[in-house]
């Protein structure tokens, strides 16, 4: 079984920052792609950032320059780092991982960027 814990998120002011994790546990050989979701109340659950085992990355249009996501092979881990915050960043974010199989999916943790 596998499991994804996140962490890292909280309420901020509009231009702060904050980093957002994903560590996976459990029996799995290899981890393919990563990624990070959002949802905001009422709407679809979007892409926000993703990361092949390689290192490359693919980000939507609203948070290139201002949200960086990395991993950490080593510690099977995902980050998100998420500068100059704005309040349309509000939403609840997932982590998704990829494994040969199927997709795994972290709890969520709530991002609230007042202005």
């Known amino acids: 079984q596998v499991q994804l814990v996140e962490s890292g998120g909280g309420l901020v002011q509009a231009g702060g920052s904050l980093r957002l994790s994903c560590a996976a546990s459990?029996?799995?050989?290899?981890?393919?792609?990563m990624g990070w979701y959002r949802q905001a109340p009422g709407k679809q659950r979007e892409l926000v950032a993703t990361?092949?085992?390689?290192?490359?990355?693919n980000y939507a249009d609203s948070v290139k320059g201002r949200f960086t996501i990395s991993r950490d092979n080593a510690k099977n881990t995902v980050y998100l780092q998420m500068n100059s915050l704005k309040p349309e960043d509000t939403a609840v974010y997932y982590c998704?991982?990829?494994?040969?199989?199927?997709?795994?999916w972290g709890q969520g943790t709530q991002v609230t960027v007042s202005s």
């Open positions: 990361i092949t085992s390689g290192g490359s990355t």
């Open positions: 459990g029996s799995f050989f290899s981890i393919n792609d």
């Open positions: 998704a991982v990829d494994f040969i199989r199927r997709r795994y």
